[in-house]
């Protein structure tokens, strides 16, 4: 018998590993309990053969209603920030390590809750299954949940990000912070310095396009 917790993304993937099969089949992913209280998956998009994925936590609440990845609040300031950066978004691919969104209700609204280690872990097959179709050769980790996913636990956006690491997913790897992480600094100071950091990274990741 297969434990609940032996259950993952794996276990719905399709047999023909085109981006159109595996977004259709990850609609119906129940690979973990995220599925049960989001709106709808949201899969990653973009260029099929983008140089550069870009990889976030998971959707939040304006893209688990749309149904496409960094469509909100974040998906602005990051949109701004890789054209500041000289990368045009059309360019990419951009997807999260988690696909469904996670929150608990806080009020009338619907708050984000970082996905847990074993969400990650059950969610990871589809991410992997993008990687193998886009085939980047610039990843970025946008925020610690991808950078500590991807590139370790040991991993600290803060102390190393913008700085090239080397990864199994890519010949180029950066890390940064994350456009909702820029968004919540408190004061208007700190939230100018975080996005020009997050700027300067994307600049860094735009020299080896
Ligand atoms: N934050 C993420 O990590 N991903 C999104 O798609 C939106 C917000
Ligand atoms: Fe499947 Fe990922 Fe959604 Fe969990 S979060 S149900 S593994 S698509």
């Known amino acids: ?21 595996l977004k259709t089949a990850a609609a119906s992913c129940r690979g973990c309990d995220l599925y049960r209280a989001a709106t709808q998956t949201v899969f990653g998009e973009g260029l099929k053969r983008s140089r550069l994925m870009l990889v976030g936590e998971m959707p939040g609440d304006k893209e688990d209603l749309a ?7 974040a998906g602005q300031l990051l949109d701004e920030a890789l054209k500041e950066a000289g990368i045009d978004r059309t360019n990419t691919y951009i997807t999260n390590v988690v696909k469904h969104f996670k929150w608990e209700p806080r009020g009338r609204r619907r708050l984000h809750k970082t996905p847990n ?16 179709l886009v085939k980047p050769e610039v990843f970025v980790c946008l925020g610690a949940t991808a950078a ?8 600290r956006v803060s102390d190393q990000h913008g700085r090239f690491v080397t990864s199994d997913w890519a010949d180029f790897t950066l890390a940064t912070a994350h456009p909702s992480a820029v968004l919540r600094m408190r004061d208007h100071e700190s ?3 975080a996005r020009r ?5 994307l600049a860094t990741v735009a020299k080896v396009l």
């Open 1 to 21: 018998m297969t434990k609940e917790s032996d259950i993952s993304a794996a276990d719905f993937m399709p047999a023909q590993r085109s981006m159109k099969a």
């Open 67 to 73: 149904g496409r990845p960094f469509v909100g609040p």
């Open 117 to 132: 280690r074993r969400e990650i872990g059950a969610c990871l097959p589809w991410l992997e299954a993008e990687i193998a």
């Open 148 to 155: 500590k996913a991807l590139l370790g636990p040991d991993f």
């Open 191 to 193: 939230r100018e310095r």
């Open 197 to 201: 950091q997050l700027t300067a990274d």
